[in-house]
């Protein structure tokens, strides 16, 4: 009894344990603007990856957004984005998508404001798939884009 215990106890701790987000890798792909115009400071996450964070710091305020992209063989664009995460959640976004010609590949994407409660989502769940108007994607490596929200809500 004392040994399943001891196996129980290890499980739950490795399963606990390899839940924990480790942010502190992500924190080099950051990247930091300032302009020096208008006193706003922008930062970005890598803006080839299929999601990228901004976070807009002005002297009147502070914003973020998110830029989803994929690709596909067709064009269309419309409106609508879907963000699925791991807890069943829904993000939708009643925003216009846009389709660019890119080496032989139509490249649709969207881009939108986050809000209070879409970041606190993002933060604690991570993104399973993506829908761009009528395309699909599963997000591969989602903790990195848990990451980078949250290492850019601390950031400053």
Known sequence: MKNFVLVLFCIMYQTTFSQELNVEKYRKDIRIIDDKFTGEKRLLSPLLEPI??????????????????????????????????????KITKNVETESKLKNSQWEHSAMDYLSIEEMELLKKYNITDVRIYIHDFSVSNPEKYRAYITLMETMK
Do not use: Q, W
């Open 52 to 89: 990228s964070f901004m976070k807009v710091i002005s002297p009147k305020d502070t914003l973020y957004f998110i830029s989803l992209r994929t690709v596909a063989s067709t064009y269309s664009t419309g409106n609508g984005v879907i963000i699925l995460l791991e807890n069943g959640d």
